[in-house]
Each structure stands twice: as structure tokens, then as C-alpha cells.
């Protein structure tokens, strides 16, 4: 009766010996068995440490070891333990110049590195050695978020309070965006200005309120810092007081750049808008972002009656506008963001501004103009045909105060898939003045299962600080309408129909 798992037993046994043959076990040779993927990573940690040993005592070579160290901690593809035994060993270098190589490369792969471990094994070294060369490094990384790790528990975090005990994080923040530290890196990389956008995403979530960041923005002096960040705090200090916005993230920092830009089309725009702003009352100001100054640069030049209503009376005059229309709710997902779905305004009118409210009958009446709505159609026809991608692109008022529609079609790098829609970097410089952008969900003439933006959609409208739209195809009755902005609200507009031809 034992015969058969005995047997297993020999054969199991047999397999386990085949798994250890020689080509598998330490060599004997540090380095070699430092670098052979078939090893177990403790085996090669091990190596590590062994390897280290020979070069402190004279044994090993110092460069071959450093490279083949340096080599390890840069792969994604190498064991994390066994990255980190090699990132902690260069650093931990008694050498001067070989300690200093290694902090180099440590603020190379910050900004980029993705696993935890090895940002927490660099960050824990900075801060408890007060390397503050690597402040901005650990900025740009403390940036990206992190699922399922609290701000207040990042590694990046501990570090810079570690090494400015004496000041506020925001201090620290803020004092990064004045000077980046990339002045000698070559231009056309712009890590001065992706830093400065790093830090004013991050600054976004460690000031909710923006409070912190206006103060920040009023004591900076900008003769004080480099030629590049002169031109964003004037650019954040202009939009403050004009129009009393702070943006939130580093792209809605980008936008705020480009409109200060000095441009004889948005200095006109600058001089409308802030005399469209002038003319609010305190209350109608609540809740201002710079999303909404287009919208009301248009209403006070087309539309002042908007101006004289009350929060309320604009709630329920756009509650009678969107009853007679024809709705369709997104229903390919229940859940968006952590909750459920809901697109009425019955569900959002606690969330809607004054502004926000002026906003979406601006881009009601846009949508509805017939100009556009031909255009309109005219696209979707394009797009429904073009299996490669979404189509997508900006809505802005001209100078008669009509609308139109612009197309932006996506390169062929950004054509990902016939459900997503790329932003171009050639549309975001474009859109300084625009009213909002759109996208269009018409993979099929009738898609009403994705009336309304995506989870993605939401996050981009997020990111990008902008007022958003998107299109589906409902079938014959024509296309629903979705407007959506950057903290969740998604109002569903109703059905545009088909102009008739």
C-alpha cells in the first residue's frame, strides 16, 4: 500500500536534486554570484555583502565592484533585496568620492524609482545624514502618490523633516519650486520645470485649503530667484490677484504660465477676465478656480443677465432646463472613485458653485448652437470610422461670442485604443482661453452603456484643472451630453440631436 507514494517520494526527490544541479549553486566568487539571476536572491544579497567585504579589506577590486553594484541597484528586473544590499552598500562608501557617485545616482533614480523599498533604503540615509543636495530628488518623488500609503507615513517625508527640523514641510515645498537645483541639467529636459510642477501637485495635497499656498505666493519675491521660476511666481502672483485663484496641481501651474505668458491674445484675455472679476461680489467669488474665469469673461461680455442671479435662482432655472430633456446614465460601472455613480442634479447641488453654475450654462449653450452641433456630427462621423482611437479637442468662444468646436486628432504614438482618448501636448498648448474640453464615446452609434466619463476621464479632469465634456453615441435620438469637472461632479446634460441635413 505504500508502494505509490514512496515512489512519489523518489521522484519528488528527484526533481528537488535536479533544481541544485551544479549550474545553480554559488560559484565561490562574490561578484559572480552577485550577478547570476539563477541564484536565490538571499544567495545573492549574501554575494553582495561578501563582495563589499573584499573591497573595504583590499581584496576586491573597487571600480568592478562598484559598477557591477551600480549595474544592480538601476535594475528593475534585479531582486529588490538585492538592489537594496547594493544601493546601501555604495552609499554606506567610506570613500569621500565614492559615497559622493553614489548619492549622485541615488537623486538620478529617485524622481523614477517605483519600488518602495529601495526609495525608503535612500530616503532613510538622507534623512538621518542630512543630504540635503538630494532635497529636490525626494520632493519629485514624495510627488507621485503612492496607493495605499498615507502621505504622513512616506519615506520621502520622514527625510525632509529630518532635514529641515526647523521650518514647515510646506516651507520646504515651497522653497524647492523657488529653486529646483537642475540649473546645470541640459535644457531641453525642463527638470526645472517638471520639479516646479512636482511640487505644486504635492503642495496641492499637503494644503487642502490653498491658504497655505497664497501666503506662500505673497511673500515670495521674484527678483530673488532664477529667471525661469521669476516667471511662474509672477505668473501665480498675477492670477492671485486678478482673479484670487490658486491652482491646485502642477498642470493647472502649467496653464496658469502659459496665460501670463505675455502674448497679445492673452493679454487681452488677462485685461476681460479680470474686469469680468471685479464686477463679483464677495459671495459669487466663493469657490473661484481658473476654470471659471472664461466662462465668465464670455458672460459679462454675452450674458451679463447670468451675473444678477443668485446661486439658488440659477439651481433651479438649469433644474428646469435639464426636466425636459432626455437623459442616459452611465451604467458600465456602478462604482467611479470610490462611490457610486451619479450624474442628476439633485445629487450635486450641495457641491456646485456659483461659478460652477454660471459654467455649465455656458457650456450648455455652446454645445447647442447649431454651428457647432454640424461640426460636431461631422467629427463623430471620423471617429466612429477610426477604430485606433478616440477623438477629442477644445471648445472656445470667438470674437463675435459664438462657439466652436476644435478638433485635436491624436498622433500616432497616442493612438492607445479605440476606448481612450490622448491629450496632445499641441492641444494643451493650445487651449490658454478655452472653455472646456471634450471627448467623444461613439465606438458605436448607440454606446449608451458609457453615457458619461470614466473613471480615467475623471482623474484627467482632475490632474488638468479644466472643465470637461464627453459625447456618446445614444443611437438615433443623437448624442448625450456629460459635463464633468476636477473634484468629481458629473451633470448630465441631455441629448443633443442631429442636425437636420
Same mark, same amino acid.
Given at each position: 500500500?505504500?508502494?505509490?507514494?514512496?515512489?512519489?517520494?523518489?521522484?519528488?526527490?528527484? &526533481?528537488? @536534486?535536479?533544481?541544485?544541479?551544479?549550474?545553480?549553486?554559488?560559484?565561490?566568487?562574490?561578484?559572480?554570484? &552577485?550577478?547570476?539571476?539563477?541564484?536565490?536572491?538571499?544567495?545573492?544579497?549574501?554575494?553582495?555583502?561578501?563582495?563589499?567585504?573584499?573591497?573595504?579589506?583590499?581584496?576586491?577590486?573597487?571600480?568592478?565592484?562598484?559598477?557591477?553594484?551600480?549595474?544592480?541597484?538601476?535594475?528593475?528586473?534585479?531582486? @529588490?533585496?538585492?538592489?537594496? +544590499?547594493?544601493?546601501?552598500?555604495?552609499?554606506?562608501?567610506?570613500?569621500?568620492?565614492?559615497?559622493?557617485? =553614489?548619492?549622485?545616482? +541615488?537623486?538620478?533614480?529617485?524622481?523614477?524609482?517605483?519600488?518602495?523599498?529601495?526609495?525608503?533604503?535612500? =530616503?532613510?540615509?538622507?534623512?538621518?545624514?542630512?543630504?540635503?543636495?538630494?532635497?529636490?530628488?525626494?520632493?519629485?518623488?514624495?510627488?507621485?502618490?503612492?496607493?495605499?500609503?498615507?502621505?504622513?507615513?512616506?519615506?520621502?517625508?520622514?527625510?525632509?523633516?529630518?532635514?529641515?527640523?526647523?521650518?514647515?514641510?510646506?516651507?520646504?515645498?515651497?522653497?524647492?519650486?523657488?529653486?529646483?537645483?537642475?540649473?546645470?541639467?541640459?535644457?531641453?529636459?525642463?527638470?526645472?520645470?517638471?520639479?516646479? =510642477?512636482?511640487?505644486? /501637485?504635492?503642495?496641492?495635497?499637503?494644503?487642502?485649503?490653498? %491658504?497655505?499656498?497664497?501666503?506662500?505666493?505673497?511673500?515670495?519675491?521674484?527678483?530673488?530667484?532664477?529667471?525661469?521660476?521669476?516667471?511662474?511666481?509672477? =505668473?501665480?502672483?498675477?492670477?492671485?490677484?486678478?482673479?484670487?485663484?490658486?491652482?491646485?496641481?502642477?498642470?493647472?501651474?502649467?496653464?496658469?504660465?502659459?496665460?501670463?505668458?505675455?502674448?497679445?491674445?492673452?493679454?487681452?484675455?488677462?485685461?476681460?477676465?479680470?474686469?469680468?472679476?471685479?464686477?463679483?461680489?464677495?459671495?459669487?467669488?466663493?469657490?473661484?478656480?481658473?476654470?471659471?474665469?472664461?466662462?465668465?469673461?464670455?458672460? *459679462?461680455?454675452?450674458?451679463?443677465?447670468?451675473?444678477?442671479?443668485?446661486?439658488?435662482?440659477?439651481?433651479?432655472?438649469?433644474?428646469?432646463?435639464?426636466?425636459?430633456?432626455?437623459?442616459?446614465?452611465?451604467?458600465?460601472?456602478?462604482?467611479?472613485?470610490?462611490?457610486?455613480?451619479?450624474?442628476?442634479?439633485?445629487?450635486?447641488?450641495?457641491?456646485?458653485?456659483?461659478?460652477?453654475? @454660471?459654467?455649465?450654462? @455656458?457650456?450648455? %449653450?455652446?454645445?447647442?448652437?447649431?454651428?457647432?452641433?454640424?461640426?460636431?456630427?461631422?467629427?463623430?462621423?471620423?471617429?466612429?470610422?477610426?477604430?485606433?482611437?478616440?477623438?477629442?479637442?477644445?471648445?472656445?468662444?470667438? +470674437?463675435?461670442?459664438?462657439?466652436?468646436?476644435?478638433?485635436?486628432?491624436?498622433?500616432?504614438?497616442?493612438?492607445?485604443?479605440?476606448?481612450?482618448?490622448?491629450?496632445?501636448? /499641441?492641444?494643451? *498648448?493650445?487651449?490658454? *482661453?478655452?472653455?472646456?474640453?471634450?471627448?467623444?464615446?461613439?465606438?458605436?452609434?448607440?454606446?449608451?452603456?458609457?453615457?458619461?466619463?470614466? %473613471?480615467?476621464?475623471?482623474?484627467?479632469?482632475?490632474?488638468?484643472?479644466?472643465?470637461?465634456?464627453?459625447?456618446?453615441?445614444?443611437?438615433?435620438?443623437?448624442?448625450?451630453?456629460?459635463?464633468?469637472?476636477?473634484?468629481?461632479?458629473?451633470?448630465?446634460?441631455?441629448?443633443?440631436?442631429?442636425?437636420?441635413?
Amino acid at each position: 500500500m505504500h508502494a505509490r507514494p514512496i515512489l512519489l517520494m523518489v521522484l519528488t526527490c528527484g &526533481l528537488m @536534486v535536479s533544481c541544485t544541479s551544479p549550474r545553480y549553486q554559488p560559484s565561490g566568487n562574490a561578484l559572480l554570484d &552577485l550577478r547570476n539571476p539563477n541564484l536565490r536572491a538571499e544567495i545573492r544579497v549574501s554575494s553582495a555583502d561578501q563582495a563589499w567585504v573584499d573591497v573595504l579589506s583590499g581584496l576586491g577590486d573597487r571600480e568592478t565592484t562598484r559598477n557591477a553594484f551600480k549595474d544592480l541597484a538601476w535594475s528593475p528586473a534585479a531582486p @529588490v533585496d538585492v538592489r537594496v +544590499a547594493c544601493i546601501t552598500h555604495l552609499l554606506d562608501d567610506p570613500d569621500p568620492a565614492g559615497q559622493a557617485d =553614489a548619492r549622485r545616482m +541615488a537623486m538620478l533614480m529617485l524622481p523614477t524609482e517605483r519600488s518602495r523599498t529601495v526609495v525608503s533604503a535612500i =530616503a532613510a540615509r538622507a534623512g538621518q545624514r542630512g543630504w540635503k543636495e538630494m532635497t529636490s530628488a525626494l520632493v519629485r518623488s514624495y510627488a507621485r502618490p503612492v496607493e495605499g500609503v498615507p502621505d504622513e507615513q512616506r519615506a520621502e517625508r520622514m527625510a525632509l523633516e529630518q532635514m529641515y527640523p526647523d521650518r514647515s514641510l510646506a516651507d520646504t515645498l515651497f522653497a524647492v519650486f523657488l529653486d529646483p537645483g537642475y540649473d546645470d541639467a541640459p535644457p531641453e529636459l525642463g527638470l526645472n520645470q517638471r520639479t516646479r =510642477a512636482d511640487v505644486w /501637485d504635492l503642495l496641492g495635497r499637503v494644503d487642502q485649503t490653498g %491658504e497655505l499656498r497664497r501666503g506662500l505666493i505673497r511673500r515670495a519675491q521674484a527678483d530673488d530667484v532664477s529667471e525661469s521660476t521669476r516667471a511662474s511666481v509672477r =505668473a501665480l502672483q498675477r492670477a492671485l490677484d486678478s482673479f484670487g485663484v490658486v491652482p491646485r496641481t502642477g498642470d493647472e501651474l502649467r496653464w496658469i504660465e502659459s496665460l501670463a505668458d505675455g502674448s497679445a491674445e492673452n493679454e487681452t484675455w488677462w485685461r476681460e477676465a479680470s474686469s469680468a472679476i471685479d464686477a463679483l461680489s464677495s459671495e459669487q467669488r466663493e469657490g473661484l478656480e481658473l476654470r471659471h474665469i472664461e466662462p465668465l469673461r464670455w458672460v *459679462r461680455a454675452h450674458r451679463p443677465d447670468l451675473l444678477g442671479q443668485s446661486r439658488q435662482a440659477l439651481l433651479q432655472s438649469l433644474e428646469s432646463t435639464l426636466a425636459g430633456r432626455d437623459h442616459f446614465k452611465r451604467s458600465a460601472e456602478k462604482m467611479v472613485l470610490g462611490q457610486m455613480r451619479k450624474e442628476r442634479l439633485a445629487d450635486w447641488a450641495h457641491a456646485l458653485s456659483w461659478a460652477d453654475l @454660471v459654467t455649465i450654462f @455656458v457650456i450648455d %449653450e455652446a454645445v447647442r448652437q447649431p454651428a457647432l452641433v454640424d461640426r460636431l456630427y461631422q467629427q463623430v462621423e471620423i471617429d466612429h470610422a477610426d477604430r485606433t482611437t478616440e477623438y477629442g479637442g477644445v471648445i472656445e468662444a470667438t +470674437a463675435d461670442g459664438t462657439f466652436r468646436i476644435l478638433l485635436f486628432r491624436p498622433r500616432v504614438r497616442d493612438r492607445k485604443s479605440d476606448t481612450e482618448f490622448v491629450a496632445s501636448e /499641441d492641444m494643451i *498648448r493650445y487651449a490658454d *482661453r478655452a472653455l472646456a474640453f471634450y471627448h467623444q464615446h461613439v465606438q458605436r452609434q448607440a454606446n449608451p452603456s458609457h453615457a458619461g466619463p470614466s %473613471e480615467a476621464d475623471l482623474l484627467f479632469a482632475a490632474r488638468s484643472g479644466r472643465n470637461c465634456v464627453v459625447f456618446t453615441g445614444v443611437g438615433k435620438s443623437g448624442l448625450n451630453v456629460d459635463y464633468y469637472q476636477p473634484n468629481g461632479v458629473v451633470l448630465d446634460l441631455g441629448v443633443v440631436a442631429p442636425p437636420e441635413r
